[in-house]
């Protein structure tokens, strides 16, 4: 399963056609290079939502809205895509959507490990959690965070050969 891709015009394309409808197009991928190609999909509409999803860990009254949602069925695998931005790491948005995922083999989160540990306690083992060394934000590297072009360099750790210092 994957949880979440923002992407409105898929969210659109799969409202247009229904639950049990196919679209095809290209997922994800649209907003900057950092996050890899898009990829072609041929997938079945499996569900679709517009509620507010509770935030993990919060008050029962905390929501996140992240727009329209459409689950889809691309070869067998499961996505989550959302209109709108999604925080995950702190909610377990397959639960809210009543989406068991206790059969599957692999879940593929965005977000930071830690939190997911937390959100995923006593449905996914302890250590089977892998951060994944990519580009953007939630790598655990900073120096593959973006582009830094408003900052005093050289600086540590975005360059190499700089001592840590504190100012």
Known sequence: GVCTMRDPQIVEKAYEVGVGGNIRGM???KVDDLHGEPIEINATVKML???????AGADSTSRQNVGRIAVIDHDG??????EA????????????????ITGYKALLLKGFNKAYEE?????????HFLIP??????????RKAGH????????????????FRYE
């Open 27 to 29: 997922l994800g991928g």
């Open 77 to 82: 695998i499961t996505i989550v895509v959302t």
């Open 49 to 55: 939502d517009d509620r507010e999803i509770p935030v």
């Open 119 to 127: 959100v995923y306690e006593g449905i996914v083992p302890t250590g």
């Open 85 to 100: 931005k999604a925080a995950t790491e702190l909610m377990n948005i397959f639960k809210c959507l009543n989406i068991d």
């Open 133 to 142: 060394d990519s580009l953007g934000i939630t790598s655990p590297d900073v």
């Open 148 to 163: 830094f072009t408003k900052i005093r360099r050289p600086v540590y750790p975005l360059d190499e050969n700089v001592a």
